[in-house]
C-alpha cells in the first residue's frame, strides 16, 4: 500500500460512527476542536446491528446520564422512536428505568444528519488500518487508501466489526455486523503496538415477515400513555400518541427438542465458536442447554420500524443453520407459518483487555490514544455510548491541556462501567445492571441532571440557558422540601377519612407534612390537599420533593458510606511505586496491583484478588514515604 499525506489535520479523530463513536466524535467537536469522525460505511452511522431498542434496567439510566452531560443518544431516540414504557413502575425509584423500541432506519438517518450538521465535525466514509505513533504517542491513522489524517488525540471505536467473523451453521465469514465490511488491518496493527485482545462473540436473531405472524396467539405489549422521555429538553406535549405495539410468546417443549436434536450443529456447541459469548443476553440454544428445568423461554416479537415489515424476534439469538432456525420459528405459536426474512447469526470480535486503559479511556500503552465501545468488552449501545462520550470529553480535554474528565462510581452509572472494566477488566461482554451499583439509589433515573448537569455545562456541553433552568429546579425542590419539613397538619375530618380509607390510624396530634409523606402509600399530592395553599411546581420537581423525603434515611445511609469512598480515592497511590518493593503483598495482590496500576487507594480496594489485608500493608508503605524506584504509569 502507498501512503500518500493528504495534508488534512485535526484536533480529535474518531474511528467508526457506531454509538460510541457518534458520542465521542460529537462531544469533542461541541466543545470546539476540530474533529473527523471515519466509518467504514456512511449507511450503517448509528446502525443497530441486534435489537433496535434504547433503554431498559441500567441501560435506560445512562441514557439518561449521556444527556445530563450533554450528549446526543436520548434526543435521537426520542425523535424516532415508535414506542416507550417506563419499566419496573411496581418496584422502588432505584431500578426504574425507560425503554423505547425505535424505528432503526429513522434512527440511523437522525443521527447522521446531526452529525453532518454539526460545524466542527467531519463525516467521513475510509477504513482505518494503521496507528500513527511516534515515541509511544499517537498522531492519527492511516487509511486503506493510504491516505494519512493527523490528529493531536484519536478515538477508537471500532465495534464488533474489528476482525469481525460472521457465523451460521456451518457458514463462516469474515464480515462486520449486518454483512458489512470487517476491520482486520486495525486489530493487527493494535498487537503489534503491544496491546493484548480478546475474542468475544455475540449474536443477533432472526427477522420475520409481519403479515406472516398471528398475532392472536400472543400477548400484546402497549406502551405507555403518560409521556415518558429519556433527554431533559424534550417537551412532553411531543410525546407519541399513537405507538406501535410489541408482542410476547413462548417458546415450548417442541422448540427444545428441535434445539437439542441439532446441537451437534450449533457453532455455540460444535467447537465452531471461539469468542466468549454474552452471560445476560445467552443464545436460545444455550439458555435451553443451562437451564433445562425450564419450560418455556419467553421471546418479545417487536417491529423495527413504522414503515416496514420486518419483525424482530427477541431473545431468540441463534447461529443454527438457516433450515434449524426455520423449525425452531415455526414451533412457537404465532410463529407457526413465520417467513424468516434475515437468518439469525452469532459474529465473533476483537476487543481490547480493558485493564490496558485508563479511567480517562486513554491507552496506558499509547499516549493520546483513547479506545470506547464493544472493543473495550462492553455489550450494548448504551454502554458504548456513555464511553463514547466520556472519550471525546477526554479527547477534546488533551488537546486543551486540560484536566481530565472522570466519573466517579457514586456519580454515575457510566462511572460505575469504565471503573469495572479498568480495574477488573472483564472475561464475556460486559453488561450493566442495577447490582452493579453500591450506589443506585443516588444514581437514579430521574435525577440524571441533577448528578451531571453542572459538569456538562462546566464542559461547554450544556448551554447557559439549560443549565439556568436547572438552578432553578434545584431552588424549587429544596424550598418545597423545606416548606413540607415545617408545616404541619392538623387533625380533622377530612384527613381521618383518608388515612382511613388508605387503613392508617386516625391523627391524633398533628404532623409535618414531610412526615406525612413518608408513610407507605401516601404521595406527595396526597399532602398538598390537606394544605392551604400549594405552589405550582413541574412534574419533574413533585418527583423529586416525594423521593427525597418517603428515601431521606436511605439516601442518608448511601451519603455516608460515599463520604468514606471519597476519603480512600483522595489517597493517591504515588506514579512511582514499585510494588516489588512492598514487602508482604500476596502474591496474587502483587500480580494484580503491578497489571492493574491503580491510581488510588479504593481502586486498589476494587481490584479482584487485592484483600483488606494487602490494601494496609500498602497504605503503611505509602504512609511511610518509602518510594524506592520509579515505575512510568
Not at 475474542?199 to 443477533?204: L, M, P, Q, S
Not at 406502551?223 to 415518558?228: H, M, N, Y
Not at 439556568?468 to 431552588?475: C, D
Request: charged share 25%.
Amino acid at each position: 500500500m502507498q501512503e500518500y499525506d493528504v495534508q488534512e489535520h485535526y484536533d480529535v479523530i474518531v474511528v467508526g460512527a457506531g454509538h460510541a463513536g457518534c458520542e465521542a466524535a460529537l462531544a469533542a467537536a461541541r466543545m470546539g476542536e476540530k474533529t473527523l469522525l471515519l466509518t467504514i460505511n456512511l449507511d450503517m452511522v448509528a446502525f443497530m446491528p441486534c435489537n433496535p431498542s434504547i433503554g431498559g434496567p441500567a441501560k435506560g439510566i445512562v441514557v439518561r446520564e449521556i444527556d445530563a452531560l450533554g450528549g446526543q443518544m436520548g434526543r435521537n431516540i426520542d425523535a424516532t422512536y415508535i414506542q416507550m414504557r417506563m419499566l419496573n413502575t411496581g418496584k422502588g425509584p432505584a431500578v426504574r428505568a425507560l425503554r423505547a423500541q425505535a424505528d432503526k432506519n429513522e434512527y440511523h438517518r437522525v443521527m447522521k444528519e446531526t452529525l453532518e450538521d454539526e460545524p466542527n465535525l467531519t463525516l467521513r466514509q475510509g477504513l482505518a488500518e494503521k496507528l500513527i505513533v511516534k515515541n509511544g504517542q499517537c498522531y492519527g491513522i492511516i487509511t486503506n487508501t493510504g491516505a494519512r489524517y493527523h490528529a493531536q488525540a484519536v478515538v477508537l471505536t471500532a465495534g464488533t466489526s474489528s476482525r469481525g467473523k460472521i457465523i451460521i451453521g456451518e457458514l463462516m465469514y469474515s464480515s462486520g455486523p449486518n454483512n458489512s465490511l470487517p476491520s482486520i488491518k486495525l486489530s493487527e496493527d493494535l498487537e503489534q503496538q503491544g496491546f493484548k485482545l480478546q475474542r468475544f462473540k455475540t449474536g443477533t436473531p432472526p427477522r420475520v415477515n409481519k403479515d406472516s405472524l398471528d398475532f392472536s396467539q400472543m400477548q400484546e405489549q402497549p406502551g405507555d400513555t403518560t409521556p415518558r422521555s429519556f433527554s431533559y429538553e424534550t417537551a412532553p406535549q411531543d410525546y407519541l400518541k399513537q405507538q406501535i405495539p410489541c408482542w410476547m410468546t413462548y417458546t415450548n417443549a417442541k422448540t427444545h427438542q428441535i434445539i437439542r436434536d441439532n446441537l451437534n450443529r450449533a457453532p455455540m456447541f460444535s467447537g465452531v465458536i471461539k469468542g466468549v459469548g454474552p452471560r445476560y443476553c445467552p443464545s436460545i440454544e444455550d439458555k435451553v442447554v443451562r437451564f433445562a428445568d425450564k419450560p418455556r423461554h419467553q421471546l418479545f416479537i417487536e417491529p423495527e420500524g413504522k414503515d416496514t415489515k420486518e419483525y424482530y424476534v427477541g431473545d431468540f439469538s441463534t447461529s443454527m443453520p438457516e433450515e434449524i432456525q426455520q423449525q425452531m420459528l415455526h414451533s412457537v405459536a404465532g410463529l407457526e407459518h413465520a417467513q424468516m426474512m434475515r437468518p439469525g447469526y452469532a459474529i465473533e470480535y476483537d476487543v481490547v483487555e480493558p485493564w490496558q486503559l485508563k479511567q480517562t479511556l486513554e491507552t496506558k500503552i499509547i499516549k493520546n490514544l483513547y479506545t470506547a465501545g464493544q472493543m473495550n468488552g462492553t455489550s450494548g449501545y448504551e454502554e458504548a455510548a456513555g464511553q463514547g462520550i466520556i472519550a471525546g470529553i477526554n479527547a477534546a480535554l488533551r488537546v486543551q491541556k486540560k484536566a481530565p474528565f472522570i466519573l466517579k462510581r457514586n456519580e454515575a452509572y457510566i462511572g460505575v462501567m469504565i471503573d469495572d472494566l479498568v480495574t477488573k477488566g472483564t472475561n464475556e461482554p460486559y453488561r450493566l445492571l442495577t447490582s452493579r451499583a453500591e450506589y443506585r439509589l443516588i444514581l437514579r433515573h430521574d435525577n440524571a441532571d441533577l448528578r451531571l448537569t453542572a459538569k456538562g455545562h462546566e464542559l461547554g456541553l450544556i448551554s447557559d440557558e439549560r443549565f439556568q433552568r436547572l438552578q432553578q429546579k434545584k431552588q424549587q425542590i429544596t424550598a418545597e422540601i423545606q416548606r413540607l419539613s415545617v408545616t404541619r397538619i392538623k387533625p380533622n375530618q377530612q384527613i381521618n377519612d383518608f388515612l382511613q380509607q388508605k387503613q392508617m390510624p386516625p391523627l391524633k396530634d398533628g404532623i409535618l407534612a414531610a412526615d406525612l409523606l413518608k408513610r407507605p402509600q401516601i404521595h406527595y399530592t396526597d399532602v398538598l390537599q390537606f394544605l392551604d395553599s400549594n405552589p405550582t411546581l413541574s412534574e419533574q420537581v413533585c418527583e423529586q420533593v416525594e423521593i427525597s423525603i418517603k428515601y431521606a434515611g436511605y439516601i442518608k445511609k448511601e451519603e455516608a458510606q460515599i463520604a468514606h469512598l471519597k476519603k480512600l480515592e483522595a489517597k493517591k497511590i504515588p506514579d512511582n511505586i514499585d510494588y516489588d518493593d512492598v514487602h508482604g503483598l500476596a502474591t496474587e495482590a502483587l500480580q494484580k496491583l503491578k497489571k492493574i496500576n491503580p491510581t488510588t487507594i479504593a481502586q486498589a480496594e476494587r481490584i479482584s484478588g487485592v484483600n483488606p489485608a494487602d490494601i494496609s500493608i500498602l497504605m503503611v508503605y505509602i504512609q511511610r514515604g518509602r518510594i524506592a524506584k520509579t515505575v512510568s504509569k
